[in-house]
């Protein structure tokens, strides 16, 4: 059973098209998160989120947004994609009482 | 702001051997830490958690420590094998009532052992 999955693991696009990543946690965790890793290979978080709040990391621009239709699934919707996005795009959840993230495989998007 | 480094960046050494990787953060006021490795091309597979009020993880050859007043962790690698070779990443979780702080990552090690 995938604890964390997310979906398209490939993701090649142009410049200016809106595209959504899709991820699901069947972990029954409370909190979900945005991860972006860089060509450098560094993990930065981009949001946090349960049902209570949502925090948003100040360097994510606001073409990125997070929806949660509920509390199992948090999906990325990106607009106007720019060349500076290409990285791979990690979700993970975690039981806030626990502490431990689990992440999901990624999703390695390019844009042209 | 936290800050999560991680010493050394890279690593090559001898099937069998003991090793150390090296992770400091720059708050103490965490409220876990976290090691993963990731495979080239792959996910992050969790190793092992500490919470702040620990010390210490073990899960068969690998050891966590914590000291949350230094800002240090070390994660202890026992009788190295081919494939333990990986990237090594350290994650600090940042204590906040609010409790949906995501983890500040270090920059990981990358270790290659070598048969």
């Known amino acids: 059973d995938t604890a964390v999955s997310q979906t398209p693991k490939y993701l090649v696009t142009q410049m200016g098209n809106d595209k959504s990543i899709k991820c699901e946690q069947n972990l029954g965790h409370d909190t979900m998160y945005w991860y972006k890793q860089d060509s450098k290979k560094f993990l930065k978080i981009m949001f946090s989120y349960n049902n209570k709040e949502l925090i948003i990391n100040e360097t994510v621009p606001n073409r990125f947004s997070p929806k949660s239709p509920d509390k199992a699934h948090l999906n990325l919707h990106i607009n106007s994609l720019e060349l500076g996005d290409s990285a791979v795009y990690f979700c993970?959840?975690?039981?806030?009482?626990?502490?431990?993230?689990?992440f999901g495989p990624g999703t390695r998007l390019t844009v042209t | 702001k936290q800050e999560v480094t991680q010493i050394p960046a890279a690593l090559s050494v001898p099937e069998g051997e003991n090793l150390v990787l090296n992770c400091s953060f720059t708050d103490s006021a965490i409220y876990n830490l976290q090691w993963f490795r990731q495979d080239p091309g792959k996910g992050l597979t969790s190793l092992l958690l500490i919470q702040s009020s620990q010390r210490e993880q073990t899960s068969g050859r690998l050891n966590a420590s914590l000291d949350k007043s230094s800002g240090r962790s070390t994660l202890y690698i026992a009788a190295s094998q081919p494939g333990d070779s990986a990237t090594y990443l350290c994650?600090?979780?940042?204590?906040?009532?609010?409790?949906?702080?995501?983890?500040?990552f270090g920059k990981g090690t990358h270790l290659i052992i070598q048969p």
């Open positions: 994650a600090v979780r940042r204590y906040s009532g609010g409790g949906a702080d995501g983890l500040t």
């Open positions: 993970a959840s975690s039981q806030f009482t626990s502490g431990s993230s689990s």
